[in-house]
């Protein structure tokens, strides 16, 4: 059973504009929560984190925000830049040892 | 959704010992398997690609001969970890490969070594 989704396979967006990625999780004990970067024959790269006694984490362009009531968090790219075209997955973790992964979400940023 | 799992979920074994660790792909066929490596706060560090009936492909200093990788099948991949030391102790996760670009992670393995 996936405990993490992105239901979102691919997303395309014009450069300067906003990237909006989703995830959605079903297990409530998850309180740490991760979004990783994956160019295409490399393994991903750690974007930003979120532990669940916050609602909100900025680093830069990107800022993660969760919604625990919703079991939702999102990740906001400002302005997106074509460099940002890559795989996105988030993933969660009830213990900090054990991660959950979402399938991923293809983003394209259009120049 | 496809699965994946890993087994064992955590092990510890003594130096100088073998621990192999498995991947399955539940309910679906994975030409293409992936190993990583996490450290604590660190990014997955991947250590080889995996395509069944051949011999896995290792990024750049990762030991083959101590990161023993076998593909068996299409819904089976296997890394064994050969004569462990305390420095291997890690965060091991597999992922497999859907038909487009998606990955489906397993939930990772805890190595200790002692």
């Known amino acids: 059973d996936q405990q993490v989704k992105q239901n979102s396979p691919s997303l395309s967006v014009q450069e300067g504009r906003i990237s909006i990625l989703n995830c959605d999780y079903t297990?409530?004990?998850?309180?740490?929560f991760l979004w990783y970067k994956k160019y295409p024959a490399e393994g991903p790269t750690f974007l930003i984190s979120?532990?669940?006694?916050?609602d909100k984490n900025e680093d830069g362009r990107f800022t993660v925000f969760l919604n625990k009531s919703a079991k939702h968090l999102s990740l906001h790219i400002v302005p997106s830049q074509p460099g940002d075209s890559a795989v996105y997955f988030c993933a969660a973790s009830a213990t900090g040892n054990q991660f959950y992964f979402g399938t991923g979400t293809s983003l394209t940023v259009i120049p | 959704g496809a699965v994946v799992s890993q087994h064992p979920s955590r092990v510890i074994c003594k130096s100088g010992t073998s621990v192999k660790i498995e991947c399955r792909s539940l309910?679906?066929?994975?030409?293409?398997m992936f190993w990583y490596r996490q450290f604590p706060k660190q990014s997955l560090m991947l250590m080889a690609t995996?395509?069944?009936?051949?011999?896995?492909?290792?990024e750049q200093g990762v030991e083959k001969d101590k990161f023993l990788i076998n593909h068996a099948s299409l819904t089976l991949s296997t890394l064994t970890v050969t004569s462990a030391h305390p420095e291997d102790s890690s965060f091991y996760i597999c992922s497999a490969s859907g038909l487009l670009y998606e990955q489906y992670f397993g939930p990772g393995t805890r190595l200790t070594v002692t």
């Open positions: 995996s395509n069944e009936g051949s011999k896995a492909t290792y």
């Open positions: 309910d679906f066929q994975a030409t293409t």
């Open positions: 979120i532990s669940s006694i916050k």
């Open positions: 297990n409530s004990m998850f309180d740490y």
